[in-house]
């Protein structure tokens, strides 16, 4: 904006850009990242977790299988200093979900786009706000790291509560039918422990993650000048 021609643009074009940066400024202004959401591509989402990391929901669900109908069990979301969690039967719906995202402004999911917010969606329509969403798998195989959640934490060194160091989620299913079926309430404990997990990491794993992506963008965009 503060040159008054750029070189292989025209001024009609500019003008236009300059515009759509203005509306941009304010947007961020007003933190209102939904903006945003809309204006970047959705694997460009990863960009919203520096300006807006002070709100940011880290979100993972446990479910009965792996169908979009399948009943959701516990959703856990971790805001970077607090973990809450929502359970079938006693604290989990449509409302609680949306109060509990209402503060987010970028949400944060490993496979999340194929799997949690497609369940979400199916067993609770219009719960989870327009906001940017960081699928982290996706995110993370930019830069080399494949496979799923825990493969890619023993590849970075993440360690895990031993308890929960080699479950899967098959073994969350059988937990929550102890739970559901006899009571077991340790079942239950678990399980959230379980799904803790997940959430907690997923925050090292999205500093990571912006760290990295935000050097290679910018050292490619600084390449590029120089040519």
């Keep these: 904006m503060n040159e008054s021609r750029i070189k292989g643009m025209s001024d009609e074009r500019k003008s236009r850009i300059d515009a759509e940066l203005l509306v941009a400024e304010r947007r961020l202004s007003e933190r209102d990242s939904s903006y945003f959401a ?6 460009e989402h990863w960009r919203c977790l520096g300006e807006f990391d002070r709100s940011v929901a880290f979100l993972d669900i ?27 039967g006693q604290n989990l719906g449509a409302s609680s979900l949306r109060a509990m995202l209402s503060s987010a402004s970028v ?11 497609p369940i979400i969606e199916a067993n609770f329509p219009g719960s989870v706000p327009k906001i940017p969403h960081v699928d982290l798998k996706h995110a993370m195989r930019r830069l080399g790291y494949v496979g799923g959640l825990k493969r890619i934490e023993r590849d970075m060194g993440i360690e895990r509560d031993r308890r929960v160091e080699y479950m899967t989620g098959e073994d969350a299913v059988y937990l929550w039918r102890l739970w559901e079926k006899h009571g077991k309430r340790n079942a239950l404990e678990l ?5 803790r997990e997940d959430c907690r990491n997923m925050k090292r794993l999205a500093d990571f993650a912006y760290k990295e992506l935000k050097k290679s963008t910018f050292d490619t965009a600084a390449a590029h000048c120089k040519d």
């Design 38 to 43: 809309s204006r970047f591509v959705r694997k």
């Design 62 to 88: 446990e479910t009965t299988g792996i169908s979009s109908r399948a009943p959701i069990t516990v959703v856990g979301i971790y805001d970077g200093r607090h973990m809450h969690a929502l359970i079938r």
């Design 107 to 117: 949400l944060v999911t490993f496979n999340g786009s194929s799997f949690d917010l």
């Design 191 to 195: 399980l959230m422990e379980y799904n």
